[in-house]
């Protein structure tokens, strides 16, 4: 009785340790590789270097696809000036009617700030833009940037500070992307018909190429392989008996409270759009946002 006992708790702590996983950065190899552009690429170590200039941008994939789980890489963006450009990371699954999560970060004059957008696209549909500014020069170090996601909610993270979340709504009949593994993508490209004060500032190319560092590469998800059948990746990655991901632990639910507070001050402080406040685009609020108000 006692050894059945002793032995259950050893087995589910093991079932544990692997369920849990444990996130430690990973080389670029491992987990991405090039997706365009291969010749825009510069490896230092362990650092990537994606470049932009007037001939291409750049842009590299996940090997594997996802569902739920936390993806975070560290990026320090174009130095100087970055007018016109986007160096784009996100999340995102396949087909017309896709998810996709993104943190895109519109380049400006040298001196000027960078902003970072966000959006989430459900089943096809985006127009859920916000955008901020941040409480640093991003273009002067690292920055980790981060997506938390499971079934309740999906949180845009910047050095863990939360920027954003978008919540599970399903009781309000409001879909939330929780049926499709995603990839982690980042790209840069030029965007210089939007990107910069709404396109008036157009991408300098005497000052290419524009460089897009990372390193800190992490991915705690579920991973998906090809091999596994649509219908059976959601039994796969959800949480059952034993097998518990971190992710979909009680506390990881929702902000805590120092999180929202973190929240409060992010939007306070550095908001300069939310698609929720933009009635002349939306004249009637969309459902989310009645209750995104934090
Ligand atoms: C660029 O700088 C200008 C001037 O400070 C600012 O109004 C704008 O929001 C900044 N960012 C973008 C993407 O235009
Ligand atoms: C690209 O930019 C370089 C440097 O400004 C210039 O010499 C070259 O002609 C440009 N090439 C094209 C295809 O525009």
Not at 62 to 78: E, P, T
Not at 238 to 248: I, N, P, Q
């Amino acid at each position: 009785m006692a050894i059945s006992f002793r032995m259950s708790v050893v087995l589910s702590f093991l079932v544990g340790l692997t369920v849990l996983g444990f996130a430690s950065s990973a080389q670029f190899h491992e987990l991405f590789q090039p997706g365009w552009a291969n010749d825009h690429f510069v490896y230092e170590g362990e650092l990537l270097k994606l470049k932009l200039d007037n001939y291409s941008g750049a842009g590299f994939a996940s090997k594997s696809k996802y569902l739920f789980g936390k993806v975070s890489m560290q990026i320090k963006l174009v130095e100087g000036d970055s007018a016109g450009t986007v160096t784009a990371y996100y999340m995102s699954s396949d087909g017309p009617y896709h998810n996709e999560f993104d943190f895109e970060f519109l380049g400006n004059t040298t001196g000027e700030p960078y902003l970072v957008q966000t959006n989430v696209y459900v089943n096809g549909v985006g127009n859920r833009e916000q955008r901020m500014s941040l409480w640093f020069d991003p273009t002067k170090d690292f920055h980790s940037y981060s997506i938390l996601w499971n079934q309740r909610q999906v949180v845009f993270l910047v050095d863990d500070t939360p920027i954003r979340v978008h919540t599970n709504m399903e009781h309000k009949g409001i879909p939330f992307p929780k049926d499709q593994a995603m990839g982690v993508y980042s790209s840069i490209w030029n965007a210089d018909d939007w990107a910069t004060q709404g396109g008036l500032v157009k991408t300098d190319w005497s000052h290419a190429p524009f460089v897009a560092s990372y390193k800190g590469f992490e991915i705690d998800a579920c991973e998906c392989p090809v091999s596994v059948a649509a219908n059976e990746i959601g039994k796969k990655c959800s949480s059952t008996g034993e097998k518990r991901f971190w992710w979909d632990e009680p506390i990881m639910s929702e902000l805590s409270l120092h999180q929202s507070h973190q929240l409060v001050w992010v939007r306070a402080n550095h908001l300069v759009y939310d698609y929720c406040a933009d009635t002349a685009r939306f004249p009637v609020m969309p459902v989310e946002c009645e209750h995104h108000r934090h």
